[in-house]
């Protein structure tokens, strides 16, 4: 079973476009995450929830916007895709002790 | 505040070679810190950790010690293998539920046979 999956893998799209991706962990965490990985592998957070709360909201467009229906998922939903979005997307859970990340979702803006 | 520093890459050894790619960290407290590895095309993955000073992390070879004195957490390998080729993140985290990890800018190991 996939602890942190995430769909899509890949994402190709226009600009302008409104696009999500979705996050689950079957791990029974708390805490999950948001982080995008430029194109020189820098990791950047983007969002933080606990237990379905916003605890960490980093300097990011309000195009983008994450929404956790309940523990085990947080997904992320961008409006007005821009050139500059086009990054990887991980998608991450914790207990704590250790964070769990996702294959990543790669988003192609055209 | 907390921040990881790491080493610039990218690195590139010959197979067999040690290995030492250099962390250091800045954290109030006591953190956890811990070595990430992410091969191409995935995801990171957890590659060992130590949560508190002396303490050795080990996992595939690879060994990072807890220094406190010295605020590191250096990650070696004796013989490296063209498999271990990926990008290392060191990372700290306060341990505590919904504490964010904090992680550095990534290290890329290439190993030519």
């Known amino acids: 079973d996939t602890a942190v999956s995430q769909t899509p893998k890949y994402l190709v799209t226009q600009m302008g476009n409104d696009k999500s991706i979705k996050c689950e962990q079957n791990l029974g965490h708390d805490t999950m995450y948001w982080y995008k990985q430029d194109s020189k592998k820098f990791l950047k957070i983007m969002f933080s929830y606990n237990n379905k709360e916003l605890i960490i909201n980093e300097t990011v467009p309000n195009r983008f916007s994450p929404k956790s229906p309940d523990k085990a998922h947080l997904n992320l939903h961008i409006n007005s895709l821009e050139l500059g979005d086009s990054a990887v997307y991980f998608c991450?859970?914790?207990?704590?002790?250790?964070?769990?990340f996702g294959p990543g979702t790669r988003l192609t803006v055209l | 505040g907390n921040s990881v520093t790491q080493m610039e890459g990218p690195v590139t050894l010959s197979e067999e070679a040690f290995l030492t790619i250099n962390c250091t960290y800045t954290a109030t407290g006591y953190p956890s810190l811990f070595w990430y590895v992410q091969y191409p095309g995935e995801g990171l993955q957890l590659l060992l950790k130590?949560?508190?000073?002396?303490d050795k992390g080990s996992n595939k070879g690879f060994e990072a010690t807890y220094r406190k004195e010295t605020t590191s957490f250096h990650l070696e390998k004796g013989s490296v293998q063209v498999s271990d080729s990926a990008v290392y993140f060191c990372?700290?985290?306060?341990?505590?539920?919904?504490?964010?990890?904090?992680f550095g800018t990534g290290t890329s190991l290439t190993v030519i046979p």
């Open positions: 991450a859970s914790s207990s704590g002790l250790a964070e769990y």
């Open positions: 990372a700290l985290s306060r341990g505590n539920t919904g504490n964010q990890f904090y």
């Open positions: 130590a949560t508190k000073a002396d």
